[in-house]
T-cell receptor
Framework: QKEVEQDPGPLSVPEGAIVSLNCTYS??????FMWYRQYSRKGPELLMY????GNKEDGRFTAQVDKSSKYISLFIRDSQPSDSATYLC?????????????FGTGTRLLVSP | SAVISQKPSRDICQRGTSLTIQCQVD?????MFWYRQQPGQSLTLIAT?????????ESGFVIDKFPISRPNLTFSTLTVSNMSPEDSSIYLC??????????FGPGTRLTVT
């Protein structure tokens, strides 16, 4: 079993839709959660990070963590064609100093005009 | 945040040869990391590179295959030695920011024939 599971997609939505991207993790030691966006042939770009359960909002993006169910989500409101990319969730444990990131495989998102 | 760059951006190499990938950050950073991103798979940490000390390798990665240098606080190199087609991958370097967040370079796309 992978430590972080993520549906690879692709997830296709029309412009303006609300997008929900999800990951599950297996290790209770994971305490730090991140979402990255990766455009084709580019490096991962950090979107959001959080340490705690609950929601964290940044513009059109909301990251949600539920530690009790080991479930993390990224919501994108009013999705745009420019949001078309692969979204990677990542997590890290405190005993690694939050430095050894464990990634999901990424979900490919396609937003059509 | 600091800017991170990698050279080369891509290369095609013959099996049995070696390739050295350079990673440059435009400010001093303590920790740098090297990851591998194979098609359809998660980003996987290869090793952690601290200035002035030997790199720390993750399970499944060895120094003879992936020697790393970290001569100063802004620069690191990863060498992929005695390459085989299985080494075809994207190699990424990263560094840690002020709140444990990691920022990635653009990646080096390696194809081994």
């Amino acid at each position: 079993q992978k430590e972080v599971e993520q549906d690879p997609g692709p997830l296709s939505v029309p412009e303006g839709a609300i997008v929900s991207l999800n990951c599950t993790y297996s290790n209770s030691a994971f305490q730090y959660f991140m979402w990255y966006r990766q455009y084709s042939r580019k490096g991962p770009e950090l979107l959001m990070y959080t340490y705690s359960s609950g929601n964290k909002e940044d513009g059109r993006f909301t990251a949600q963590v539920d530690k009790s169910s080991k479930y993390i989500s990224l919501f994108i409101r009013d999705s745009q064609p420019s949001d078309s990319a692969t979204y990677l969730c990542a997590t890290a444990a405190v005993n690694t100093g939050f430095q050894k990131l464990v990634f999901g495989t990424g979900t490919r998102l396609l937003v059509s005009p | 945040s600091a800017v991170i760059s990698q050279k080369p951006s891509r290369d095609i190499c013959q099996r049995g040869t070696s390739l050295t990938i350079q990673c440059q950050v435009d400010s001093q950073v303590t920790m740098m990391f090297w990851y591998r991103q194979q098609p359809g798979q998660s980003l996987t940490l290869i090793a952690t590179a601290n200035q002035g000390s030997e790199a720390t390798y993750e399970s499944g990665f060895v120094i003879d295959k992936f020697p790393i240098s970290r001569p100063n606080l802004t620069f690191s190199t990863l060498t992929v030695s005695n390459m085989s087609p299985e080494d075809s991958s994207i190699y990424l370097c990263s560094f840690v920011g002020g709140f444990y967040e990691q920022y990635f370079g653009p990646g080096t796309r390696l194809t081994v024939t």
